[in-house]
């Protein structure tokens, strides 16, 4: 069993920045970041490798965002730069079993809670 709880949300405007982190009771597993907008279906954001050496972004973020994580602390982060509205949304951590997992959430085993991300115009 993996516990993830994350962190780091809040209300910004657009064109800030704000890192969101990801608390793991495990470690040797591929991690991701998917949001849930209101009305809206979850969707992928990006995921990273359990080495961290393997990365991947959805399209509307590649650029902007960039995820990361501690293997040593536990901890993933998702770094997100240039924000707007667009990109409101609850933010869930994932990890899957395996040390790789691409964009479907199927893929994952263990979910966050979440934290919601909140960005006005």
């Known amino acids: 069993q993996v516990q993830l709880v994350e962190s780091g949300g809040g209300l910004v405007q657009a064109g800030d920045s704000l890192r969101l982190s990801c608390d793991a009771s495990?470690?040797?597993?591929?991690m991701a970041w998917f949001r849930q907008a209101p009305g809206k279906e979850r969707e992928f954001v990006a995921t990273?490798?359990?080495?961290?050496?393997?990365?991947y972004y959805t399209q509307s973020v590649e650029g902007r965002f960039t995820i990361a994580r501690d293997n040593a602390k536990g901890t993933m982060y998702l770094y997100m730069n240039s924000l707007s509205p667009e990109d409101t949304a609850v933010y869930y951590c994932?990890?899957?079993?395996?040390?790789?997992?691409?964009?479907?959430?199927?893929?994952?085993?263990?979910w966050g809670q979440g934290t919601q991300v909140t960005v006005s115009s």
């Open positions: 990273i490798s359990w080495s961290g050496d393997s990365t």
């Open positions: 495990g470690r040797a597993y591929a």
């Open positions: 994932a990890a899957g079993r395996a040390g790789r997992a691409g964009i479907f959430s199927s893929e994952y085993n263990y």
